[in-house]
């Protein structure tokens, strides 16, 4: 009983958080198109209102993850719920970007260094706030990356 209504306060936290996102989009940039396994690279990501004329608001909660290749992404978002430290979670091999700063109104930027090659999926987990849009969070982009 007790974890039924534990589950359905997640659950709604889930779903009012996603509906404070309409008007968001989210685009992400990555300064190498072809990167290799080993290299660093930068990711740019900018929050766009998909209404014309209206103001973002402030985005203080604004997160990226990275999914490592061969890893489902529901199952790496779940193992992340409820953790606030960048750390890579064991055997999901997903972790928060530590390194992503605001660099501007709505614009962030982050650094990855890809250790495995194959389509690593980048995913901001929710529209300006804490928690998480499941299946698969608000944004995906995915970069192939290659073996040297």
């Known amino acids: 009983m007790r974890r039924t209504a534990l589950t359905a306060c997640l659950l709604l936290?889930?779903?009012?958080?996603?509906?404070?996102g309409k008007g968001i989009e989210y685009a992400f940039t990555v300064d190498t198109p072809h990167p290799v396994a080993g290299e660093q690279i930068r990711i740019t990501l900018r929050a766009t209102s998909t209404t014309p004329g209206e103001k973002l608001p402030a985005c203080p909660q604004t997160r990226v993850v990275a999914v490592a290749p061969g890893v489902p992404v529901r199952r790496a978002l779940r193992s992340l719920e409820g953790g606030v430290v960048?750390?890579?979670?064991?055997?999901?091999?997903?972790?928060?970007?530590a390194?992503?700063?605001?660099?501007?109104?709505?614009?962030?930027?982050?650094?990855?260094?890809?250790?495995?090659?194959g389509t690593w999926t980048l995913i901001v987990p929710n529209y300006c706030a804490a928690g998480y849009v499941l299946?698969?969070?608000?944004?995906?982009?995915?970069i192939t990356v290659t073996s040297r």
């Open 99 to 117: 390194s992503l700063r605001q660099t501007g109104d709505h614009t962030w930027t982050a650094r990855l260094r890809p250790g495995t090659a």
């Open 13 to 20: 936290a889930v779903t009012a958080t996603a509906a404070s």
């Open 86 to 97: 960048s750390r890579r979670i064991g055997r999901w091999d997903a972790f928060r970007l």
């Open 135 to 142: 299946p698969e969070g608000a944004a995906r982009h995915e």
